[in-house]
């Protein structure tokens, strides 16, 4: 079946603009993860939904972020007012529910200029 | 909290020859899990093997296994036969089992070189 998507594939910004990133899940997955790759930190837990539940946000950098998963499948993490140190590699992952074995997408390059 | 440390940041391999990458982690729990996955230049984070740490014996897929020394907190991968397509970076990865430990903590990566 269809792995896990995620769109746009490279976004370029101006400092200080919003920003949507998507990410689709594989069909059925119930826990959906979003990670950052930057040259400086590596990769980053962000935030992690699992079905129902309240998200754990712990991961989030800073109040400009935020996320959401609708209808428990497609997610949408959201940066307000970028800056420079935003530019990276946004990563969703899904797994079958919690505990199992994370499935990556192809990741959305974020420029932030 | 939990560290997972990669110190090899490049490798390079012959094809056909045998490469071993290096990982350790630092942690209080028995129970977790710990996966190596591949990252290729398309960007998409593959999963090569899963090792859950209550078990003993070392996993193996095709031509990668993993050499898992739970009391040194070790876990190598080990690449048979290199080929051409297994470069890429290569992250080691950890995994609570908690209810509240589901994210993944990554070391620094292994980037992996095969030369022809």
Same mark, same amino acid.
């Given at each position: 079946?269809?792995?896990?998507?995620?769109?746009?594939?490279?976004?370029?910004?101006?400092?200080?603009?919003?920003?949507?990133?998507?990410?689709?899940?594989?069909?059925?997955?119930?826990?959906?993860?979003?990670?950052?790759?930057?040259?400086?930190?590596?990769?980053?837990?962000?935030?992690?939904?699992?079905?129902?539940?309240?998200?754990?946000?712990?991961?989030?950098?800073?109040?400009?972020?935020?996320?959401?998963?609708?209808?428990?499948?497609?997610?949408?993490?959201?940066?307000?007012?970028?800056?420079?140190?935003?530019?990276?590699?946004?990563?969703?992952?899904?797994?079958?529910?919690?505990?199992?074995?994370?499935?990556?997408?192809?990741?959305?390059?974020?420029?932030?200029? | 909290?939990?560290?997972?440390?990669?110190?090899?940041?490049?490798?390079?391999?012959?094809?056909?020859?045998?490469?071993?990458?290096?990982?350790?982690?630092?942690?209080?729990?028995?129970?977790?899990?710990?996966?190596?996955?591949?990252?290729?230049?398309?960007?998409?984070?593959?999963?090569?093997?899963?090792?859950?740490?209550?078990?003993?014996?070392?996993?193996?897929?095709?031509?990668?296994?993993?050499?898992?020394?739970? *009391?040194?907190? +070790?876990? &190598? #991968?080990?690449? !048979?036969?290199?080929?051409? =397509?297994?470069?890429?970076?290569?992250?080691? *990865?950890?995994? +609570?089992? &908690? #209810?509240?430990? !589901?994210?993944?903590?990554? =070391?620094?990566?292994?980037?992996?070189?095969?030369?022809?």
């Amino acid at each position: 079946g269809a792995g896990v998507s995620q769109s746009p594939s490279n976004k370029v910004t101006e400092k200080g603009k919003d920003v949507e990133l998507r990410c689709d899940p594989i069909s059925g997955h119930t826990a959906l993860y979003w990670y950052r790759q930057s040259l400086g930190q590596g990769l980053e837990f962000l935030i992690y939904f699992q079905g129902n539940s309240a998200p754990d946000k712990s991961g989030l950098p800073s109040d400009r972020f935020s996320a959401e998963r609708t209808g428990g499948s497609v997610s949408t993490l959201t940066i307000q007012r970028t800056q420079q140190e935003d530019s990276a590699v946004y990563l969703c992952a899904s797994s079958p529910r919690w505990g199992d074995t994370q499935y990556f997408g192809p990741g959305t390059r974020l420029t932030v200029l | 909290a939990q560290t997972v440390t990669q110190s090899q940041p490049e490798m390079s391999v012959q094809e056909a020859e045998t490469v071993t990458l290096s990982c350790t982690y630092d942690t209080s729990e028995s129970d977790y899990y710990l996966f190596w996955y591949k990252q290729p230049p398309s960007r998409q984070m593959i999963l090569v093997i899963r090792q859950e740490a209550y078990k003993q014996q070392n996993a193996t897929e095709n031509r990668f296994s993993v050499n898992f020394q739970k *009391a040194a907190k +070790s876990f &190598s #991968l080990k690449i !048979s036969d290199s080929q051409l =397509g297994d470069a890429a970076m290569y992250f080691c *990865a950890y995994r +609570s089992p &908690s #209810l509240g430990g !589901s994210r993944l903590t990554f =070391g620094e990566g292994t980037q992996l070189t095969v030369n022809p």
